[in-house]
Nanobody, 124 residues
Framework: QVQLVESGGGLVQAGGSLRLSCAAS????????MGWFRQGPGKEREFVAA????????NYADSVKGRFTIARENARKTVYLQMNSLKPEDTAVYYC?????????????????WGQGTQVVVSS
């Protein structure tokens, strides 16, 4: 089992920045690809970013490319999402996810583990 706990959400003005963190516990963290998803009001959950166990491959959704950065520290069992130039449409609950395979993680289907989510609100 892997437990994921997100933190760092909050209220920010458009153009501002936030850094989300996801702390993992349980099984070997370094063996998993890690990712971030989000679900905005009235919307389906969507993929945001993902990173392989060794940070060798990183994927981003087109909507966040150039603004968001995903990174991980295996020694700390933590994955981060640095969000810059935030827009009101980035408002959502952000979820951390872990999966043994990057492809499955990016697809968002049959993901092994999910966190409980952290709320991000971007005001205009």
């Amino acid at each position: 089992q892997v437990q994921l706990v997100e933190s760092g959400g909050g209220l920010v003005q458009a153009g501002g920045s936030l850094r989300l963190s996801c702390a993992a516990s349980g099984r070997t963290f370094s063996g998993f690809s890690m990712g971030w998803f989000r679900q905005g009001p009235g919307k389906e959950r969507e993929f945001v970013a993902a990173i392989t166990w060794n940070s060798g491959t990183i994927n981003y959704a087109d909507s966040v490319k150039g603004r968001f950065t995903i990174a991980r520290e295996n020694a700390r069992k933590t994955v981060y999402l640095q969000m810059n130039s935030l827009k009101p449409e980035d408002t959502a609950v952000y979820y951390c996810a872990a999966d043994a395979t990057m492809r499955q993680l990016v697809a968002g289907t049959q993901v092994d583990y999910w966190g409980q989510g952290t709320q991000v609100v971007v005001s205009s």
